[in-house]
């Protein structure tokens, strides 16, 4: 990856993320519980092909083969998330000890290989008896949330000191309870605000939660945040980049940064204010330490009929059919310092999937990614040398791994997973990146005998 690396600060965080239900697997090991997305992936017609997450890349198994892998990578971290149905099977006590002692190993494998835990609490698999009971859109879930925070963090936070509550909660409300074609499935716009805002407000009490718990502890939030361009300067298409960046963006970064929702959102409002009570906005909008920016693409807006359109421009796409735009992230990055000040952000998610094959030599040889990271990596730089506190980054993803309503047809992995017979094998991505990785450290420390080299010859 032939990207300059001397703009990255000496402690920059390189890492890799995952997911639990993604990877784990073991979906009846330990007294696991059900949870919504073992109930939508064993629905007919929900997930393609009827993939679901039952063994995933068995990380539950294999994860000291995997943290090998991380170690030839030379990670300094890991993002990875509870199971929530692991921890409490019905969602709220009794708790399940076995399910725990799975993350306690987890994390005390990581330190012994030198590699930072970065927990998530929340990536979408909300156990299903809570879901029964109404899900999100309750009042409810939000405080069941709370204990089982707490719980987490009594056991963990003696060993992580890096906590993300909950993962794009955006993609929660819209696509598991506005459009249905996430877990829980369901289509409702109600419900889908109502969502939203019990997954910002549990943000704000675990936020308290784990500060009391854990005081050292750097806390925050990810969000899937993308950039929209407008296609024109026309007042119509600059209006509808505006509303695009309102339903995306604003809604959750103003209450988060400024205790408000955003005031153009009109429909919105008027749904959110059936589920919203005094204090709320205050709690949601508790100081945290970082904003995780989970971004993958730009989008290119233009004025509809009515609705806003999202634009498919000529250009570079993904197999997820995103446009490949490095400099959007550097654009949103930029922006987000501008406009919200977050005293530090990590970019928790960015990579992309390709129709990565095995060659005659048995490896994967997939260009196009190892071009994108280092495209986005370089956009991050120029945004670190603009100002911008990007604190570390986190390429999506590990693994290859079941890619929600996709099942295992989209390929983001680092590694490619043989499913069939669960062979972990490095693309050259994995190279590319371990190299950059390794670079930059050489680069920067001046400790290192190639460090010192450089910094003698003043190359
Ligand atoms: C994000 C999710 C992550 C993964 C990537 C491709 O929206 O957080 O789990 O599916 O997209």
């Known amino acids: 990856m032939p990207s300059d690396t001397t703009d990255f600060p000496a402690d920059f965080v390189w890492g890799a993320a995952t997911a639990a239900y993604q990877i784990e697997g073991a979906v009846r090991a330990d007294g696991r519980g059900e949870s919504v997305w073992d109930r939508f ?3 007919p017609g929900k997930v393609r092909s009827g993939d679901t997450g039952e063994i995933a890349c068995d990380f539950y198994h294999r994860y000291p083969e995997d943290i090998a892998l991380m170690r030839k990578l030379g990670l300094d971290a890991f993002r990875f998330s509870v199971s929530w149905p692991r921890v409490f099977p ?4 009794p708790l399940n000890q076995a399910g725990l002692d799975f993350y306690d190993r987890l994390v005390d494998e990581l330190l012994a290989a ?3 835990p970065f927990a998530t609490l929340f990536h979408w698999d909300t156990p299903q008896p809570l879901e029964d009971a109404g899900g999100w859109p309750m009042r409810a879930t939000a405080e069941a949330f709370v204990q089982y925070t707490e719980a987490v963090v009594a056991r963990l936070g003696d060993r992580v000191r890096h906590w993300t509550t909950h993962n794009e909660p955006g993609v929660v409300s819209s696509h598991g309870y506005g459009l249905g074609v996430h877990a829980p499935g369901r289509a409702d716009d109600a419900d889908a605000v109502a969502a939203a805002h019990h997954l910002l407000l549990s943000h704000g009490w675990a936020v308290e939660a784990i500060r009391r718990l854990a005081p050292a502890a750097s806390v925050g939030l990810a969000l ?8 024109s300067d026309s007042p119509e298409d600059l209006a509808a980049a505006w509303q695009i960046d309102g339903e995306g963006n604003r809604w959750f970064l103003d209450p988060l940064f400024r205790a408000v929702y955003p005031d153009d959102q009109q429909e919105r409002i008027a749904l959110v204010e059936r589920v919203i009570r005094d ?3 205050a709690t949601i909008a508790a100081p945290s330490d970082f904003l995780g920016v989970n971004s993958y693409r730009r989008l290119l807006v233009a004025a509809g009929n009515g609705r806003p359109r999202i634009l498919r421009p000529a250009g570079r796409y993904t197999t997820m059919d995103w446009e490949v735009y490095p400099d959007s992230l550097h654009r949103l990055l930029v922006r987000l310092a501008d406009d919200y000040a977050p005293l530090a952000i990590y970019v928790t998610e960015n990579g992309a999937a390709f129709g ?10 997939d260009l196009e990614r190892t071009a994108y990271i280092r495209d986005h990596l370089d956009a991050i730089r120029r945004a670190i040398a603009d100002g911008v506190p990007v604190k570390g980054y986190f390429v999506w993803s590990l693994l290859d791994n079941f890619e929600w309503g996709y099942g295992y047809s989209q390929r983001f992995g680092l ?6 017979t669960l062979e972990r094998v490095p693309k050259d991505s994995f190279r590319a990146y371990r190299d950059f990785i390794a670079d930059h450290r050489a680069g920067s420390d001046p400790t290192t005998e190639l460090g010192e080299l450089r910094s003698k010859s003043g190359a």
């Open 41 to 43: 992936a064993a629905t």
């Open 90 to 93: 019905q969602g709220r006590a």
């Open 114 to 116: 030198g590699i930072e």
């Open 224 to 231: 899937d945040l993308a950039q929209p361009y407008p296609a």
């Open 279 to 281: 204090g709320d906005l």
């Open 356 to 365: 990565d094959v095995r060659g005659h030599d048995g490896e994967v040889h």
């Open 415 to 420: 590694v490619y997973i043989d499913y069939p």
